[in-house]
């Protein structure tokens, strides 16, 4: 299982508790230091079944400078792809990656579907 965060982030460190109250092992991975690849995020979004907006940080100060409420819905999924993977403060947090499943955000009734 791969923990994709940013540690200083509140509902990160809920998620990070909430994975080793449940007995979790993972691999954790900081998004600012190593940010998701184009092609790892096109396979997320593809193994997720989310809409691409919801890889989006919305309430990040980056996504509100660039205005990409505004922008997005102009935008290919191929660009959002591209530029999803230009800067991780970009991408919604934390991330798992199990298996085949892929959970963006944290939500604990989703969660609960790791086992």
Same mark, same amino acid.
């Given at each position: 299982?791969?923990?994709?965060?940013?540690?200083?982030?509140?509902?990160?460190?809920?998620?990070?508790?909430?994975?080793?109250?449940?007995?979790?092992?993972?691999?954790?991975?900081?998004?600012?230091? +190593?940010?998701?690849?184009?092609?790892?995020?096109?396979?997320?979004?593809?193994? &997720?079944?989310?809409?691409?907006?919801?890889?989006?940080?919305?309430?990040? $100060?980056?996504?509100?400078?660039?205005?990409?409420? +505004?922008?997005?819905?102009?935008? &290919?999924?191929?660009?959002?792809?591209?530029?999803?993977?230009?800067?991780?403060?970009? $991408?919604?947090?934390?991330? $798992?990656? &199990?298996? +085949?499943?892929?959970? $963006?955000?944290?939500?604990?009734?989703?969660?609960?579907?790791? +086992?």
């Amino acid at each position: 299982m791969n923990f994709i965060c940013y540690p200083k982030c509140t509902t990160c460190k809920k998620a990070k508790k909430w994975l080793e109250e449940k007995g979790y092992e993972y691999t954790e991975r900081h998004i600012a230091e +190593d940010n998701p690849s184009y092609e790892e995020i096109k396979e997320w979004h593809a193994k &997720s079944g989310l809409p691409l907006k919801r890889f989006f940080n919305t309430s990040g $100060v980056l996504y509100k400078e660039m205005h990409l409420k +505004d922008e997005l819905p102009n935008m &290919s999924e191929e660009e959002q792809y591209r530029l999803l993977a230009t800067n991780g403060m970009l $991408v919604k947090r934390p991330i $798992v990656i &199990s298996g +085949d499943k892929v959970l $963006v955000g944290f939500k604990e009734a989703e969660w609960e579907m790791l +086992d």
